[in-house]
């Protein structure tokens, strides 16, 4: 717990108008008319002020997949039953999966993180084992987690940013895999936000009309249940949440206080940035979310936060897929910044 205190004590909001004047100089100096790059110079800017400097080289990069199992997934949720989690965990291991693909072509360093997923995974070497227990409790009958395992996730995911920082990455990403998730996302949504059921429960998988009336009718149930106070993200997490849902949390906030930017991914990636951002504002300054999800809920989740993502492409897959896509963005708005010439070093006239 004292890590936690100390990390939310530690971040501090991106908030530096003698900075974000510097990098808007340099910006508008580039042979370009200025704000032509439209939302790439936003990122370059909002980069920078993340980084708390003017000169920011290109960043080295990494995807954390965050992994777990769900208890939940027992009520028939998802149109994929839970053992598909184990099979998905050892493909990303093995490079074959979408994420693996986009993490190739855009230079990103995948690491896949084993929060709970139902079976062992020790023997897997391309696995971080940061096990709490094999998959979540159901929650239509009891909590997911205790709060203890609640803290424990977020701490482990603060562990996690601390270590990507000592391996000098400059730009993270978070993606997930766990069947059964979008529903803890969902139920996490509706107990922060107070939305509908009806609002925030999407297809997931790709679940039938009626399965999917079965789906907003378990997490409106477990929220009678439960009753989580919507201000307390730990409560919420250990209510109705998910050991990788918790581990994005705490990363989010380990990157934050340490001034590292992380790009997110859609739907459940995104519940564990809204658990972060319940416990400090400030962390929404260090974020940026890559696209908007087709899932219902993340359409919804990014209304409540404010946030205009990045991309629109109708992807609902998760394992990080959007934000590789998003981290390619930033990279390019980070190459432009440093390396177009500006209007001085070209000998070219700027605008009268």
Do not use: W
């Amino acid at each position: 717990m004292d890590l936690l205190k100390n990390t939310l004590d530690g971040i501090k909001p991106a908030k530096n108008e003698p900075l974000a004047n510097q990098i808007r100089a340099r910006l508008d100096r580039l042979t370009k008319p200025p704000g032509s790059l439209g939302r790439l110079e936003e990122i370059a800017l909002q980069y920078g002020l993340a980084r708390g400097k003017a000169d920011f080289p290109v960043p080295r990069k990494a995807m954390f997949v965050f992994c777990a199992d769900h208890g939940v997934a027992a009520e028939g949720v998802s149109a994929f039953p839970p053992e598909v989690t184990y099979p998905m965990v050892k493909n990303f291991a093995g490079g074959g999966a979408a994420i693996n693909v986009l993490c190739r072509q855009h230079d990103i360093d995948p690491v896949i993180v084993d929060m709970g997923v139902d079976h062992p995974l020790d023997d897997v070497e391309a696995v971080v084992s940061r096990k709490v227990s094999r998959g979540t409790r159901n929650f239509l009958h009891e909590t997911a987690m205790t709060r203890e395992q609640a803290i424990q996730c977020i701490e482990t995911g603060i562990h996690l940013a601390l270590a990507a920082a000592r391996l000098e990455y400059g730009l993270l990403g978070t993606g997930e895999m766990g069947i059964g998730n979008s529903t803890a996302a969902a139920a996490t949504l509706a107990a922060i936000s107070g939305a509908d059921t009806d609002q925030v429960v999407g297809a997931g998988t790709g679940v039938s009309e009626s399965q999917l009336q079965h789906k907003s009718d378990v997490v409106k149930r477990a929220l009678q249940l439960h009753q989580p106070d919507p201000d307390d993200a730990i409560a919420v997490l250990a209510a109705v949440g998910g050991f990788e849902i918790g581990g994005i949390a705490g990363f989010v906030l380990g990157a934050a206080s340490l001034g590292i930017p992380v790009v997110v991914d859609g739907f459940i990636a995104s519940a564990g940035a809204l658990l972060a951002i319940r416990q400090s504002p400030a962390v929404k300054d260090y974020l940026m979310f890559s696209h908007r999800s087709a899932e219902r809920g993340h359409q919804a989740l990014l209304h409540f936060l404010d946030i205009r993502p990045l991309l629109d492409l109708d992807m609902r897959l998760g394992e990080g897929t959007g934000a590789a896509l998003g981290m390619g963005l930033v990279d390019s708005a980070i190459h432009l910044y440093n390396e177009m010439a500006t209007f001085d070093g070209a000998g070219v006239s700027g605008s009268a």
